[in-house]
């Protein structure tokens, strides 16, 4: 019972100001969640950099979809590597203190490094916010409604999101999206590429990333990509997806 107590102090000790540090304002209005992991702010609220986020689970805590040496593998090393590219080659420049959807805007006026590496980095963030330990969730309230709206059914959500993933030649990310017409969309990206970049076929604002390049499988699928993408169906984090399709909505 008393560790029980202890516990319970600890985790409000803790969590209450870890919480906090995310959900604070300043000048420029209420910053995000999102934008609070990726940027480090001066206390006037500009931002002064970028930061590489924290997972926001374990590396075992989205088994058996994924395995831990996956996962570990793929954060520290893959996702770590185009963070630090990106961040020495923006450092010293303009783009060090720009939002990187501004940065993706206009992403066919930088070099290649830029737009690898820093959709490399961007890209990764959003996958692994957009998964969760909790599995067998479903949207709920407006992203619920829009889904059934445009897709009729969760199920043919998945079988259109599927189909594109498992369809995608060779290395990219497949994405559900809004569209500029604000209708909920599934599209696919080569390499490193997102729905922000004006390169990018049909752009749109990222609402739910999956990364079908092999690293993010190869050790646990091998080369069943399929099976990758249907498994992970169960662990989406449809709370976050639900969190951005109200964000992306607010936004012209
Ligand atoms: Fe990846």
Redo the contacts with the bound molecule.
Sequence with gaps: MKKSLILFTLIVLIGIPAIAQYNYSNEAGLVTYGEAKLYSQAADGRQTGFRFPALPYTYNGLQPVIDSLTVAI?YNR??RA?FDKFIAAVKGTPLETQPIEQIFANISQQPATIRNNGG?YY??FL?WENMQVMQGASPTGDLAAAINKKFGSLDALRDQFGNAAKGLFGSGWAWLILNKDKELEVTTTPN?DNPLMDVAAVRGIPLLAL?V?E??YYLNYQNKRADYVDAFWKIINWDEVGRRYVEAMKKN
């Design positions: 793929h893959h996702h185009y490399g890209n990764h996958y490193q990364d390049w690293h993010a």
